[in-house]
């Protein structure tokens, strides 16, 4: 059974509270959330998805990154964790939609999804398989959201 895991990155490996303890020489991701991420990937064996404003910056070939891709295989790679893909781009800007897409696309390619992202409007039919996270309280993603979304995969 394949199961993929939309992932947004800010407001879900970032937050308001990690930008302002972060140093100068931080990253955009806050590293503490990533062994999080690792444990939903472990646990579920899901494939991760860019869904994320950040798949401007990230290709599957590595010669096409730029600054932000380079920081995205980085520290993924470092825990272990990989991108198999991203969602594609629309004219008017709409992550519903284009995981919509994505799915309509995909389809036979994968059994479960989950959808990890702080957007709250605008999901539909898509809002049973939403884990939302919050950018402005709490630190982005969290355990509780680890347990929905293995709960949604399984």
């Known amino acids: 059974m394949k199961k993929i895991i939309f992932l947004d990155i800010d407001g879900v490996l970032n937050s308001s509270r990690y930008d ?3 140093g100068q020489n931080d990253g955009n991701i806050d590293e503490s959330r990533m062994p999080l991420l690792k444990n939903l990937v472990e646990k579920t064996n899901a494939r991760i998805v860019l869904s994320s404003t950040w798949r401007s910056h990230w290709e599957k070939d590595c ?5 932000k891709g380079r920081e ?3 520290v993924f790679g470092k825990y272990g964790l990989e991108i198999s893909d991203k969602t594609p781009f629309l004219e008017k800007y709409d992550r519903a939609n284009e995981i919509r897409l994505w799915l309509k696309n995909h389809s036979g390619e994968f059994d479960r999804f989950v959808i990890i992202d702080n957007e709250f409007g605008g999901w539909a039919e898509l809002e049973p398989y939403l884990v939302k996270t919050d950018f402005l309280i709490g630190r982005g993603l969290e355990k509780r959201h680890i347990d929905k979304a ?5």
Request: hydrophobic fraction near 45%.
């Open 20 to 22: 302002k303890i972060r």
């Open 63 to 67: 010669d096409a990154l730029d600054e």
């Open 72 to 74: 995205l295989n980085r």
């Open 150 to 154: 293995i709960e949604i995969l399984s």
